[in-house]
């Protein structure tokens, strides 16, 4: 295939653009708070090649690492691919040589055994060290400063598991680092990797546990005192990989299931409860615990009735579309003194994904959260991103209060996921920086980055900066402050 497809996939946002720019002092409107020293990391797909596929999809794109760099005031940017094995051979070839989306039956044979990472996920800042996940296969370490690729990241050899989650967890106050990975024996395997690398970034810990058959594990949440698994039917098959299929079909009448065990605990502790048939979510907002022995534990999910991609409902049979998918906000709530495999379950939220808190309350009781959504009233979604159509507002909701504020983008706008930048002023929230898109045409479109107000997202933002060139829509970001960079690791072993 010679040229990109004409579905959703490869136009509008997700149009391909491929270019790698670096741009010094940005123009700025506004006022950047002096709090925000340091850089906004970001994980782009953007396919190099047009795929062997006409059905490709938008998350098997080159991974980009995308940063801006706040220094006094001024803003830099800087993306540039992640030189994965996968993207070099292509790069060499002039062409894609990699089949389907976690097929490695569909590739050439001139690549058999290449890594087929992307590396387009997640920015995971630990221990002084930036890595570009993605959850099928180990990360790439990439150079906080010149975004230079250093190579797949493996803890010095220690890692047994063939991957790592794009959605890792780090406990604010012992710094440590807990992640898993799904497939970690291999393709289609229940096998998966729960690994702890302490503050200083050794690999302290790594198990592995079975899940009840093999689920695209996307997110896991941790509190004080567990860790928590889930396992949504989105499943895998090795023979339908062998004959050229999809990795991922979604089992409708199927049980869900969520596994938890003691984070520091063994794996032969894990619990298993039963949950709802067909539903889905990729990600966990947070997780935390009540009562004397922590026994009582919330975890807070963007739960939604079937899987949110259409290019894995569709292939399943499933005919609902996306305006007609059910879900919000969910609190389950797991009673671990009780035997059983049930669980509560209610509503906390409206729908809405790419959720955000404060890296301080990660595990623990919460009270803010900030989550793109879409806003009905908002014009008809532009048409990007994996979902096929983009959020249009920000949502800020108080968990304990129940208060809600949203801000809305003009028609014709929409809107990445934030990050969360700490303030150094006694009582204040902080800031969400993040990136918003204007289309023009469906061949055309605008981005710039807004920082607003974290606690108060409603008032028109404290900045805005403007991009020279068009940014492809990311998947996630990472805050790593100017005092983590300068404590870099990068290149020394
Ligand atoms: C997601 C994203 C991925 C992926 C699997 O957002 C799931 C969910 C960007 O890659 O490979
Ligand atoms: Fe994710």
């Given amino acids: 295939m010679a040229q990109y497809p004409d579905t959703l996939q490869f136009n509008h946002l997700n149009r391909p653009l491929g270019v790698e720019w670096t741009a010094r002092n940005l123009e700025v409107e506004g006022v950047i708070p002096p709090d925000i020293q340091g850089a906004f990391f970001r994980a782009v797909p953007d396919p190099a090649f047009p795929p062997l596929h006409y059905d490709d999809t938008t998350l098997s794109g080159d991974g980009m690492v995308s940063r801006f760099l706040f220094q006094n005031g001024a803003v830099d940017h800087d993306i540039r691919y992640v030189r994965t094995p996968r993207f070099e051979a292509e790069r060499k070839a002039r062409k894609a040589l990699f ?56 803890y010095h050899g220690a890692l047994r598991s063939e991957t790592m989650t794009a959605h890792v967890r780090i406990d604010p106050h012992t710094g440590e680092m807990f992640f898993f990975g799904y497939e970690a024996g291999g393709l289609c395997t229940t096998d998966v990797s729960y690994c702890i690398a302490d503050r200083d970034g050794n690999l302290t810990s790594e198990q592995w546990f ?15 005192k ?38 520091y605990g063994k794996v032969d502790e894990m619990r298993w409860f039963r949950g709802p048939k067909g539903v889905s979510a990729y990600h966990f907002v ?57 669980f509560d379950s ?5 729908p809405g994904d790419l959720p955000r808190i404060r890296d301080i309350d990660q595990g623990r009781p919460y009270n803010q959260c900030w989550l793109p959504s879409v806003n009905p009233h908002g014009g008809p ?16 909701l108080e968990t304990q209060t129940g208060r809600l504020d949203m801000m809305s983008l003009q028609p014709g ?25 204007r289309e023009l045409d469906p061949q055309h479109h605008v981005s710039e980055l807004l920082i607003l107000d974290a606690s108060n997202i409603t008032a028109p933002p404290v900045a805005r900066v403007k991009l020279p060139v068009a940014l492809h829509p990311q998947v996630h970001g990472w805050w790593v402050s100017a005092e983590q960079l300068s404590q870099s690791k990068a290149g020394r072993g």
């Fill in 381 to 396: 979604p532009v048409p990007g991103g994996p979902v096929g159509t983009s959020f249009n507002c920000l949502l800020r």
């Fill in 226 to 263: 567990w860790a928590i698994f889930p396992v949504f039917p989105t499943t895998a098959n090795l023979e339908r990989l062998k004959q050229g299929g999809l990795h991922w079909l979604h089992e409708q009448h199927t049980d869900s299931w969520v596994g938890i065990m003691p984070r």
């Fill in 286 to 342: 947070n997780a935390f615990q009540e009562g004397a022995d922590g026994s009582l534990v919330h975890l807070d999910l963007c739960l939604s009735s079937t899987n949110a991609f259409p290019f894995i409902r569709e292939p399943s049979g499933i005919a609902t579309p996306q305006w007609e998918i059910q879900g919000g906000l969910t609190r389950w709530t797991f009673d671990l003194s009780q035997p059983g495999e049930g």
């Fill in 346 to 350: 209610r509503l906390i939220g409206p």
């Fill in 210 to 224: 079975q899940q009840p058959y093999c689920s695209m594990m996307h997110d896991f949440a941790i509190t004080e």
């Fill in 99 to 154: 089949g389907r989306y976690r097929n490695p039956f569909t590739d050439s044979p001139a690549v058999l055994g290449v890594d087929r990472a992307v590396a387009n996920t997640t920015p995971v800042w630990h221990a002084g060290r930036l890595f570009m996940t993605k959850e099928d296969a180990r990360a790439y370490e990439v150079d906080p400063h010149t975004l230079q690729t250093l190579g797949r990241w493996d």
């Fill in 413 to 437: 706008m929409a809107i990445n996921e934030p990050i969360h930048v700490p303030s150094s002023t006694p009582g204040h929230d902080g800031w969400l920086v993040c990136v918003v898109d």
